[in-house]
């Protein structure tokens, strides 16, 4: 008689909970409805439509329910963007200065929004949620895949705030021949593997982060390949929607170490599991490896998710599916009761990319990233403010506080501002193999090599090489590695090997620059700007210099395409260290004299900042250890 009693009060407890999700599913697409205004009428249709497929109809009612808020921008500014990317993408990735300086402060922000709810047709949403269920079944993987994960990461025809089109049919009439023709089996991670083995062979995605604008869409995507990580996630979501894969994308807020913030994909396979990928950079494998630091991760959503996370219910914390859960003891926050957030490091203040808690009078952080710098910060009128001091949990499970030591100074030696990047050391190791030639008749007939450029191990901006010739010559040629194109950022000739008597030369003959733009042409490389480079439009082709009379040469300096984050002489600098709730500390400005800067009384164990006052958009915080800087950076 007992059981049968709880057995009632259950079944009446979840009864009042089905009836309350079922009133709010209803008062939402209601809202939608209303919402639309004249087009109602469209919506309506489509649940016409699917009145006798239930699973179909949940589908519609699902889309209904989250379109009351979606919308797109539109405008001519935002038009002229698009143009612009498009005649970009057409020189890859190159364009002159003028015209992408004008569109690159433009903001979309204010455009008008176009609500999908008040334009959307009837048949374009029937189309849509067709071709998403004949995707889904007709591998099997819907199987393998609950009806709310296939509403979550397949059934959206939106990704973003792209005006919408018929992105789905074209994908899959593009893509489907190609996935048939590499694999029919069922193991989605060996179809994606497939997919974008195909890709990384057929289609030249052009990076471009000059402009602010929408999501592009997915028929523009595939028509221009062009834009940021955001685009090339976007195209995969389209891709493998189409295809019937589960999809999503993932990101950090900012990173602890390259400065911006970054997007990937993640796709479901049959397992459940979810398998991150990246178009262009990596193969697709169930252990999955990025050495960029991340701090924290999140997923991004089309629709709103129950558990949110500290940046709203679009965006869904997901660290631990990159990282073993923890939990992080804080020392020396101010305050004793309450929440926080803990940031990251840019020149405009720390950036919160998650929180921490107190509980039983500890500070506690959850599920972070181990050996990169955070700030504990609380929000006040003016902005985020420091609460405590910098800190490093490590891997031994202990926690590295950043506190100043003003009873021992230390003395050091700073070369830059910003760590070195892989990107970087790609780009200055691309022209190791410039070859000097020297010759009196202007022709390549019996030049003497004079040197050869080699990037050394301490990634130093200029190549310094010194030349033994026992001739004079009057003519220079710069050969490029073979192969290549040049890509000089400066080259200095020198008539001694210290390189201190600078010799006056012309620029006898060389190849136009690349798309004959201006702002790449052979002056560039004698302009004494680190950030400018000359920029052949042909490989192979050298250039060369006139000399006017035979002349010794004793020394030459180059400098490659580089970022220019060294310390350069001439720029005004700052050294700040961080001492908790006091914010930054000036350790004075100086003018640098040499490639290096020094400082002679640095509290030990401080987080530290150097400054550039003169240029430069690029600082990165770092510490003083065993007589170097030490950057979050990890170069591998």
Known sequence: MKNNLYFFILCFFVSILLESCVSDNERRLEETLVFAGENRTELEKVLLHYQDDSLKLEAARFLLIHMKDRHSYRGAGIDSVRQALIETSRQQGFMERGRRDKWRSYSYAGSPKVYDAQVIKADYLIENIDLAFEAWQQRGWDKYCPFDDFCNYLLPYWVGDEIPDCWRRIYRERFQPVLDSLYQGTDIVVAVDSLQSYLQRNMNFCYNNDFSFPHAGGIFILEHCIGTCREETDFLVYLLRALGIPVAVDRYIYSPDTFLAHSWNVFRDTTGHFIPTELQRTGVTREWVNYRSKGKVYRAFSVPQEQSSIFGTLLKDVTTDYYPANEIRIAGIQGSAGEGLIGVFSMNGWIPIGGYRWHDGETLAENIEIEQIYQPLVQTVAGWKESGYPFIPQADGTVLSLVPDTTQWESIRLVRKHPLTQYWVRQMREMDGVRFFGNNTPDFKNAELLAVSVCDSTYSRECRLVVSAKRKYRYLWVCPPVGKRLNIAEVAIYADSSCNRKLDCRVEACAPPVYNLKEYSIDKAFDGRNLTRYESGKEDVPCMLDLKTPTQIGGIIYVPRNDDNYVSPG??????????????????????????????????????????????????????KEGKQVFNYRLK
Do not use: C, M
Request: net charge negative.
């Open 571 to 624: 720029d005004y600098y700052e050294l700040f260290y961080q001492n908790g709730t006091k914010g930054w500390i000036s350790l004075g400005a100086k003018i640098a004299e040499f490639d290096y800067l020094e400082y002679n009384h640095v509290p030990a164990g401080a987080l530290l900042w150097l400054h550039n006052r003169t240029k430069g958009v690029e600082e990165q915080v770092f510490y003083w």
